[in-house]
T-cell receptor
Framework: GNSVTQMEGPVTLSEEAFLTINCTYTATGYPSLFWYVQYPGEGLQLLLK?????DKGSNKGFEATYRKETTSFHLEKGSVQVSDSAVYFC?????????????FGTGTSLTVIP | DVKVTQSSRYLVKRTGEKVFLECVQDMDHENMFWYRQDPGLGLRLIYFSYDVKMKEKGDIPEGYSVSREKKERFSLILESASTNQTSMYLCASSLGTPDYEQYFGPGTRLTVT
């Protein structure tokens, strides 16, 4: 079946520190992979995505590379800011095997301190 | 911009009440989804719909039902609310082929007392 495993939090970093949030997946087909971010009191918003192996998604200084050989999609940012404090969710979509259904990780809470 | 709206941000209901959570999207998306979000459990899919009047069970449909009478509106119904249904409820929509990105509403924080 399909599943996503991401590192547990919470994660606390100082401003300008390097961020890595690990994400690995299991899928029956060739999934698309996503990172969503949830700021306090809000719904989820798409941060970045990759639709095939070796693709790199990037947005707002965040990057993640789709690694089929290690079934991973780790999120990285070189220098975090206080405004990056949020919960981050890794997700996969395994269309057409499972229609438009998404599979989400449990989320990783990030707090950035000044 | 795609907009997904949910009828309430916060809701307090009593045990045994029938509860309706409404979700509306304005981008003519085919697919709509209801999730609940709980600490340590992430997002769990309750129901989803691929078309008007179509519905499919997700991972945790027990105690819930849904209605999709119009393409833009997807309602989640708690037939008889219980305290273990206290949670954050998130609605999402997606276009489908070729773009499967899901767009989320702001969420409804439901408390059942």
């Amino acid at each position: 079946g399909n599943s996503v495993t991401q590192m547990e939090g919470p994660v606390t970093l100082s401003e300008e520190a390097f961020l890595t949030i690990n994400c690995t997946y299991t899928a029956t087909g060739y999934p698309s992979l996503f990172w969503y971010v949830q700021y306090p009191g809000e719904g989820l918003q798409l941060l970045l995505k990759a639709t095939k192996a070796d693709d790199k998604g990037s947005n707002k200084g965040f990057e993640a590379t789709y690694r089929k050989e290690t079934t991973s999609f780790h999120l990285e940012k070189g220098s975090v800011q206080v405004s990056d404090s949020a919960v981050y969710f890794c997700a996969l979509s395994d269309h057409p095997n499972t229609g438009n259904q998404f599979y989400f990780g449990t989320g990783t809470s990030l707090t950035v301190i000044p | 911009d795609v907009k997904v709206t949910q009828s309430s941000r916060y809701l307090v209901k009593r045990t045994g009440e029938k509860v309706f959570l409404e979700c509306v999207q304005d981008m003519d998306h085919e697919n709509m989804f209801w999730y609940r979000q709980d600490p340590g459990l992430g997002l769990r899919l309750i129901y989803f719909s691929y078309d008007v009047k179509m519905k499919e069970k997700g991972d945790i449909p027990e105690g819930y039902s849904v209605s999709r009478e119009k393409k833009e509106r997807f309602s989640l119904i708690l037939e008889s609310a219980s305290t273990n249904q206290t949670s954050m409820y998130l609605c999402a929509s997606s276009l489908g082929t070729p773009d499967y990105e899901q767009y989320f509403g702001p969420g409804t924080r439901l408390t059942v007392t």
